[in-house]
Nanobody, 127 residues
Framework: QVQLVQSGGGLVETGHSLRLTCVGS????????LGWYRQAPGKEREFVAA????????HYTDSVQGRFTIFRNNANKTLDLQMNNLQPEDSAVYYC????????????????????WGQGTLVTVSS
């Protein structure tokens, strides 16, 4: 089973950019569909973006479409989320996750028992 460790995040001003990275370990990283999720204080965890096993298909929630880009590098076992034009409503703890099942990765509401979760990283966007 894959393990995921996150880095990135922090405090930025409105309109600025951040990149989050998730590094995988263990075998069969490329067998996992991968996604990013976020949870703001007092709210449920929500889906942000997902990428298919080979990286050729992506899916975004409407609120980040055109601003965020998800991509993966299976050779390096990394998953990234490039976040541009950040807004205060993007402030949340962000989590990466992986699962063998694409349907579970893009499920709404978020499927809690995905195969692997990162530890979470805080993104704060000041107005």
């Amino acid at each position: 089973q894959v393990q995921l460790v996150q880095s990135g995040g922090g405090l930025v001003e409105t309109g600025h950019s951040l990149r989050l990275t998730c590094v995988g370990s263990g075998q069969f990283f490329s067998d996992y569909a991968l996604g990013w999720y976020r949870q703001a204080p007092g709210k449920e965890r929500e889906f942000v973006a997902a990428v298919s096993w080979g990286g050729d298909y992506t899916h975004y929630t409407d609120s980040v479409q055109g601003r965020f880009t998800i991509f993966r590098n299976n050779a390096n076992k990394t998953l990234d989320l490039q976040m541009n034009n950040l807004q205060p409503e993007d402030s949340a703890v962000y989590y990466c996750a992986g699962d063998l099942n694409w349907g579970r990765i893009i499920a709404d509401p978020v499927y809690q028992n995905l195969d692997a979760w990162g530890q979470g990283t805080l993104v704060t966007v000041s107005s």
